[in-house]
């Protein structure tokens, strides 16, 4: 048990669905992120919030929104997504302390997502 | 967390011997550097890191070696045992608040 809980751990939908992922951290700690893990690119970084606020998107496609109400909760709204969209989407989080980032990333277990 | 359909450089060992992996990186102005184990149907896990002020640094059966001349790093597993069988990923600071990670290597022990 990391103290990052992600939900569901296992997901199927159509490409004309909407689905949401969410994950919640109770380590109090203020830097939360998604990564993407699939065949093609083992932990693929795709947001990243600090005290609720984006400071990175790479160059993620809008099919993809996240959503961070408060420094525990993240949440990815999938739509109309596509088959090469199935993979693992890892949550992670990090206290961040202010002077150089530094400190390991806790992450959750992971959703499995797959597009039909 | 499987990486599933991964085609991973794999490193096989038998238990009780030492294992070394090795990691390239990109950013010579990376000044902070993680190795993550992923087991089977988990999220990675932290093992161990270093700042670039360091060349060396060891935890508990395990250093990591740092050489900035050549941007490469690696870890060490002293007396491998089953339980370390994994995919090992090393990750460096790429700006801030951000960690990139590096494709990963599969350790197989062997009994």
């Known amino acids: 048990e990391t103290g990052v809980t992600q939900t569901p751990r296992h997901l199927v939908m159509g490409m004309t669905n909407k689905k949401s992922l969410k994950c919640e951290q109770h380590?109090?700690?203020?830097?939360m992120y998604w990564y993407k893990q699939s065949a093609k690119k083992p932990l693929e970084l795709m947001f990243v919030?600090?005290?609720?606020?984006?400071?990175e998107n790479n160059s993620v496609p809008s099919r993809f929104s996240p959503e961070c109400p408060n420094s525990s909760h993240l949440f990815l709204h999938l739509h109309t997504l596509q088959p090469e969209d199935s993979a693992l989407y890892l949550c992670?989080?990090?206290?961040?302390?202010?002077?150089?980032?530094?400190?390991?990333?806790?992450f959750g277990e992971g959703s499995r997502l797959t597009v039909l | 967390g499987e990486s599933v359909g991964l085609h991973l450089p794999t490193l096989s060992v038998q238990e009780g011997d030492n294992s070394i992996i090795n990691c390239a990186y990109s950013?010579?102005?990376?000044?902070?550097f993680i190795w993550y184990k992923q087991e089977s149907g988990k999220g990675p896990q932290f093992i161990i890191d270093?700042?670039?002020?360091?060349d060396k640094r060891q935890g508990q059966r395990v250093t990591v070696l740092l050489n900035k001349t050549v941007k490469h790093l690696s870890l060490q597993i002293a007396a491998t045992q089953p339980g370390d069988s994994a995919v090992y990923f090393c990750a460096e600071s790429g700006g801030y608040n951000k960690l990139i990670f590096g494709a990963g290597t599969r350790l197989a022990v062997h009994p």
């Open positions: 270093i700042r670039s002020n360091m």
């Open positions: 380590l109090g700690h203020n830097a």
């Open positions: 919030y600090n005290f609720k606020e984006q400071t």
């Open positions: 992670a989080s990090r206290q961040l302390a202010g002077g150089p980032v530094t400190g390991e990333l806790f």
């Open positions: 950013n010579s102005a990376s000044d902070y």
